[in-house]
């Protein structure tokens, strides 16, 4: 009788478990993907971002200035979720948990700016591709509505 109850309690500790709040994952590339600010197609994982609406929604980036020019345009409070590239292995890492870095490295709109995971590879890639001051500068295509 004892390990009949056990095995309830087992079962019905499994399905309470899995009918819990998923957490949110990120959504995957495809190839007709279009940044949400400049309208280029967003070629390269290593520099793409994405932010999941509390309504469900996704909105797909090419390059970090464009994620952050949507950003300030648009109310925070109907983002559920954020994830960046990491720009070596590509895998999603949550907006928070990223490290943002200007670089000297080409990106689709010029920023420069990449994401990583790790604090140390950061600074060995910060100092490996020092910024350049041209990508600094701002890009008509993905200007802010404040400039």
Request: glycine share 6%; with cysteine.
């Amino acid at each position: 009788m004892n390990t009949n109850k056990y095995f309830l309690a087992v079962a019905l500790s499994v399905i309470v478990i899995s009918c819990g709040p998923k957490e949110i994952q990120p959504v995957e590339l495809f190839p007709e993907d279009e940044c949400a600010s400049c309208r280029m197609t967003v070629s390269n994982p290593a520099f793409a971002s994405e932010i999941i609406n509390k309504d469900g929604s996704v909105v797909k980036f090419d390059d970090l200035r464009c994620f952050e020019n949507y950003r300030k345009d648009h109310n925070v409070d109907d983002f559920e979720k954020i994830f960046v590239k990491d720009y070596e292995t590509k895998a999603w890492i949550p907006f928070g948990k990223s490290i943002v870095l200007q670089t000297g490295i080409e990106t689709p709109m010029g920023s420069g700016q990449i994401a990583v995971g790790d604090q140390l590879r950061a600074k060995q890639l910060k100092e490996q591709y020092p910024p350049k001051l041209t990508a600094m500068e701002g890009d008509a295509c993905c200007a802010s509505k404040e400039d």
